[in-house]
């Protein structure tokens, strides 16, 4: 293990450690009743008496400690159990009562989690930061429904973003750390629900890599001066995808993951040049949406069909995502109280990109203006430049997506369900490339099926970014909260002693859990029973994204060139 701890951890990698520390939980003891059969995992109760001593631990582990807004927030809201004090944590608390092996992976966790908040701040950004379709909103909504989405959606993402921040702090300790959104997911809603999102996790991962597919495909093609089937494009960033996915951990390239934020924002600045010294790419704009060349023409409220609107705002939902990730950055934090921070100053920098780029080409080309923005240059040798420099930065974030991707497939189809082999082992190796050629196949079937990017976009933010980014993290909150307060009645909570009142069972643990028990705080039922209107707001939204993408899909088939599996391109 000594090893182990030397080695700093660059970018999130859930089997990486998943692989190194394994889990407690299985062997978690039940010391309620003498003579009662063990129960083979922890209780909601557990994880939150734990996570509570890990926060006031971490805080005495660092001896120039200074209370900062986040500590100041997290002990606002403090989950305390009946009987549980904020001064109750030893150094030991979390290795209490257990054997020799499993307190060795629990210290390899702690030794594994270094990490500073500057990191989390490049990995927050790198993650969600997609400029490219920000214009195109921006032309589905006009100027003012477009500004207002961007600003009213980017405070939600960042509101929902601390939510999960939060049930993170609520939850993880080094007895039961939180590795992933999954772990969460099982922590405030059960088995069944971890295996919906994970399952979820997997189509966004796959779906990611269909759009980062279509639009390496489009620079392809605009490069070839389209003299490149279409769907051969498609297929020659497929075989890039299945060799660079051949690496089966993070580690072996998370150092191109910080050129790719670098890669983008030079992007933006040439085609920012090149659009002010340019007509719009009138060619492009027939083959997308089948109008003739001719003036721009702006709007502060457009006229477009509803759906398209619709269709819109989901790209807007799709470029505020990235949450799915946010508990693995967390995990490998060694403070994680200052995540808030970093991911404060990535998201103020990246709504300030999106509106600025957004507006800017927008303004420039109005009904002109394409999926991917920097596509929207007349000039071949321009359009060259662009399209070569987003090339490498889509190869480093479709290697990303898909090596979280595989892994999550991997672990939870493969391994749990199919019996292979573990993945870091000789069999696992033939497995894994087998599974990577699968899995980037399926992701052009998707493509080739949809060639159009932007509606692609829009059905991906419908169907998983707005889950994950909006509805889990305000439904999570309300459960963990429910639960919360369905503990107030019960006795003293002791390590490994969670000694109920009542049961699930019974209606007055549900009772208290809806509406809490004095002393409660009132201001908590209102943030609970917010959190809850805003997670059925969020699903209801999904629902009506999902609805007008659908229609967005069929209507781009009847305007657009391009056509499924076909040879003629979008653009």
């Given amino acids: 293990m000594a090893d182990e701890k030397t080695i700093p951890t660059l970018a999130p990698d859930k089997w990486a450690l998943e692989e190194q520390t394994a889990r407690v939980e299985t062997g978690f003891p039940d010391n309620r009743v003498a003579g009662v059969k063990t129960r083979k995992r922890p209780l909601f109760e557990d994880y939150v008496f734990y996570a509570e001593a890990q926060r006031l631990e971490d805080r005495i582990s660092e001896p120039n400690f200074k209370l900062g807004w986040a500590d100041t927030l997290q002990r606002t809201f403090a989950g305390l159990l009946p009987g549980q004090t904020t001064g109750e944590s030893s150094s030991n608390e979390q290795t209490a009562d257990l054997t020799p092996e499993e307190t060795e992976k ?12 500057i990191g989390a701040l490049w990995l927050c950004t790198t993650d969600i930061l997609g400029p490219f379709n920000a214009p195109y909103a921006f032309r589905q909504n006009g100027y003012v429904p477009g500004t207002l989405l961007y600003v009213f959606m980017g405070a939600m993402a960042f509101y929902c973003g601390g939510l999960l921040w939060w ?20 922590r405030v809603a059960g088995r069944w629900m971890r295996s919906l999102v994970t399952w979820l996790v997997f189509i966004h991962m796959i779906v990611n890599v269909a759009t980062t597919s279509l639009s390496s495909a489009q620079s392809l093609y605009q490069l070839s001066k389209g003299h490149l089937c279409f769907v051969v494009s498609i297929v020659i960033w497929i075989i890039v995808g299945c060799i660079l996915n051949q690496i089966r951990t993070l580690k072996r390239y998370s150092w191109l993951a910080s050129s790719a934020i670098w890669l983008n924002i030079l992007v933006i600045l040439l085609s920012v040049g090149f659009i002010a010294h340019s007509e719009p790419n009138y060619a492009s704009a027939k083959a997308a949406y089948d109008i003739a060349a001719g003036p721009v023409h702006k709007q502060a409220f457009a006229t477009y069909p509803f759906y398209e609107r619709i269709n819109g705002v989901m790209n807007i939902v799709y470029a505020y995502g990235g949450a799915t990730i946010f508990p693995q950055i967390i995990a490998e934090m060694r403070r994680p109280m200052d995540f808030l921070k970093a991911f404060s100053i990535a998201q103020a920098v990246i709504f300030v990109i999106y509106v600025f780029y957004g507006l800017y080409v927008y303004s420039s080309q109005g009904q002109f203006t394409l999926a991917v923005a920097y596509q929207g240059v007349s000039r071949y040798s321009w359009q060259t430049v662009g399209n070569v420099l987003s090339l490498i930065s889509t190869i480093i974030a479709g290697g990303l997506y898909g090596n979280i991707g595989l892994k999550i497939f991997y672990v939870n189809v493969v391994e749990r369900y199919l019996r292979g082999p573990p993945l870091l082992t000789s069999r696992g190796r033939i497995c894994w490339s087998v599974t990577v050629i699968v899995f980037w196949w399926v992701g052009f079937v998707i493509g080739a099926a949809i060639p159009q990017v932007q509606t692609l976009s829009g059905m991906v933010g419908a169907v998983t970014n707005m889950q994950f980014t909006y509805a889990f993290p305000t439904g999570f909150t309300f459960l963990y909260l429910v639960q919360l307060d369905a503990a107030s009645a019960d006795n003293s909570y002791r390590p490994t002693s ?5 049961t699930w069972k019974s209606w007055s643990r549900w009772e208290r859990g809806f509406f809490g028990e004095a002393p409660r705080s009132w201001f908590l039922q209102v943030f609970k029973w917010a959190n809850f209107i805003l997670s059925l707001t969020s699903l209801a939204t999904a629902g009506l994204g999902i609805y007008g993408s659908g229609l967005s899909i069929h209507a781009a088939f009847d305007s657009s060139a391009a056509s499924s599996f076909g040879c003629s391109a979008p653009v």
């Fill in 167 to 186: 049930l993170y702090v609520k939850l993880d300790s080094d007895r039961f750390p939180v590795k992933s959104y999954s772990d969460i997911t099982e």
């Fill in 498 to 502: 969670a000694d109920r009142a009542d």
């Fill in 106 to 117: 629990v210290n390899a966790w702690r030794a594994l989690r270094q990490s500073t908040w």
